[in-house]
């Protein structure tokens, strides 16, 4: 799935949430923390982690590919 933002940057936890693949802050978060999420091909756990146009994330069955408006 692609996802704008309109910003320079969302963070990590806050993505997928927004993109509707974890139902709460709290579920994103733990997902990052526990090694569950992949950004650019690398396990991440850091849910504060700042991702930009062009970066891609992968979550469970989920691949969020986020672009410019």
């Known amino acids: 799935m692609k996802i704008k933002i309109h910003t320079e940057f969302i963070k990590l936890d ?5 993109a509707n693949v974890c139902a709460t802050g ?10 569950r999420v992949q950004v650019n091909g690398e396990v ?7 991702i930009r ?3 891609t994330v992968c979550f469970e069955t ?5 672009c410019a408006p």
């Not at 709290?26 to 090694?35: C, T």
């Not at 989920?62 to 986020?66: D, G, N, S």
């Open 53 to 55: 146009p062009g970066d």
């Open 44 to 50: 991440c756990t850091m849910r504060g982690k700042k």
């Open 62 to 66: 989920q691949t969020i590919e986020v």
């Open 14 to 18: 806050a993505l997928l949430k927004f």
């Open 26 to 35: 709290g579920e994103a978060k733990n997902a990052v923390l526990e090694g």
